[in-house]
């Protein structure tokens, strides 16, 4: 969701991720689907080189999940 914009406007983009997600699921065999969609406030921790740090999600809190 990009930085700045409106609080409808992000729950707006949320849907529409949601929706594509449901449709990618509703064509997909069970083992290819997605099970768990994230939002987050914050961009990840990334180190010097720039690469996400994807084992530091300790005091972070997913704000939102679907289970579409």
């Keep these: 969701v990009p ?3 409106s609080e409808s406007e ?3 983009i949320r849907d529409e ?3 594509a997600v449901g449709q990618y699921n509703d064509q997909s065999p069970v083992y290819k689907q997605i099970q768990k969609l994230y ?10 080189a720039g690469k996400i740090i ?3 999600t ?3 809190e997913f704000n939102d999940s679907s289970g579409s």
């Design 3 to 5: 930085p700045g914009s």
């Design 10 to 12: 992000q729950e707006r």
């Design 17 to 19: 991720i949601r929706e």
């Design 39 to 48: 939002f987050l406030d914050q961009p990840f921790t990334k180190n010097t």
């Design 54 to 56: 994807r084992h530091n």
């Design 58 to 60: 300790s005091g972070r």
